[in-house]
């Protein structure tokens, strides 16, 4: 009796000691998960603070970007002031759209000509580069809208002077419709050909027929004298 007593108790004490191993090693376990836990948790605290910090340093560069992109603006504002004074448009109406832009492109499109820069005898024979055509053609180059209008307004003035070359103006109107241009009195097979405001200061003739060449150059170089650049 008292040995099967001391074989219980020490069954016992078997299983309290494997339980306090159990035991034990599943503090050690929840201590490990623990310290990774606070290892992670300390990661994501300095990383937070990292990405604080870049915010903060973020938000003065943008700040010092407005404040420059605000002082840029004014200059350009005070450029843009200082450029319409200088140079203000006509006080008279258009008699087309982009009339006066047109005009500008015009001029600096003639101005950059190297015939007309040398009496039309062509470039140079020195190797030195021409000023004003580096400041004409950087204007030019600035202003890519207004060289694709300039450039679509050449096309359509070509188009107007081949038919009127032709004698065939008076059957291709369409041509004249985007510059406010119409015919009205047939004189000897003749049209003339004004601006469709009523203004009866501007005016030129065009054959409905071909005729002898001197007269169509002639009635071309009207047209474009007259209403173009």
Known sequence: MHAKTMENINKTLQCIEGFQKALQKGVQQKNMELARHKKDAEENIELAESYYL??????????????KASSLEDILSAKKVKAECLLQ???????????????????????????????GKGKKSS????????????????????EAK??????????????????SLTKNTALLKPFHLEFSSNTNNHYELHFDDGDDLYSATSGSTPSDTRSQLNSCRDIKNTFFF
């Open 54 to 67: 870049e915010k903060q340093q973020i938000a003065e560069k943008l700040h010092q970007l407005e404040v």
């Open 150 to 167: 300039y450039r679509a307004f050449s096309e359509c003035i070509e188009k107007i002077i081949c038919a009127a070359r032709q004698g």
């Open 89 to 119: 448009l006509p006080a008279i109406p258009e008699k087309y759209p982009d009339e006066f832009l047109l005009a500008l492109m015009s001029a600096i499109h003639y101005a950059v000509d190297p015939l007309n820069q040398t009496g």
């Open 127 to 146: 190797s030195t580069a021409i000023r004003s055509q580096t400041v004409w053609n950087a204007f030019i180059q600035n202003n890519p809208e207004a």
